[in-house]
């Protein structure tokens, strides 16, 4: 995923790719969560979605570069979520991102590089 990213990055900053894919909502984020509520909602595998904003596939593929805490679950649909936890600037956050939707705009901005 990490090459995802740098592909990714790589080609929009070299304006091969528009901002739009990029910007694509696909994560779910949390800023500003104390160590305490990231272990809980890791252990829970779970974040608080009132508390959330939106991430777009840019921010997301850099935070799965940067994660330092990582789990999983699956719910009753058989969906797949990924969450993931680190600090930026000594400041705790937690993501959680449904993976069909990483692989849907991953490949949609794939699409948009290759036509």
């Known amino acids: ?36 509520e990231q272990q809980k909602m890791l252990s829970l595998k779970k974040i ?3 508390r959330s904003t939106t ?3 840019r921010d997301a593929l850099n935070k799965i570069a940067h994660y330092k805490k990582a789990t999983f679950r699956v719910d009753k649909r058989n969906a797949h979520y990924l969450l993931l936890a680190g600090t930026y600037n000594g400041k705790p956050w937690i993501v959680e991102i449904l993976v069909s939707r990483l692989c849907s ?9 290759t036509g």
């Not at 070299?14 to 696909?26: E, K, Q, Y």
């Not at 705009?105 to 590089?113: D, H, R």
């Open 1 to 36: 995923m990490t090459k995802l990213f740098e592909i990714l990055r790589g080609e929009q900053d070299a304006g091969h790719l528009a901002a739009a894919p990029m910007n694509a909502a696909t994560a779910l984020i949390i800023n500003r969560v104390s160590i305490t």
């Open 48 to 50: 608080d979605r009132t």
């Open 105 to 113: 705009n991953s490949a949609a901005a794939i699409k948009a590089i």
């Open 55 to 57: 991430l777009g596939l």
